[in-house]
């Protein structure tokens, strides 16, 4: 995305790649920050509204670990993961 950005806007590209990171940057120590996505109905795939985009992830308590599965325009529907 940031790549794709940045052929238009450069500098636009930098700050959103910047502020993406941020926005996950809690998700380790707060991994159920984000809500659970509706569409899917399973505690363990969860997504953090990022501007137009849904941030869809997955949790995993066993392993600590968030995996991000998928940033997804959120006019484009049902995020495929």
Known sequence: MVVFIARDNPERAMSFGYELISETDR????????RMVPEYQNQK??????????????????????EIARVWHSARGIPVI
């Open 45 to 66: 795939i969860r997504e953090i509204i990022f501007r137009p985009y849904r941030i869809v992830y997955r949790v995993n308590h066993e392993r600590k670990l968030c």
């Open 27 to 34: 998700l380790p120590d707060f991994p159920d920050l984000g």
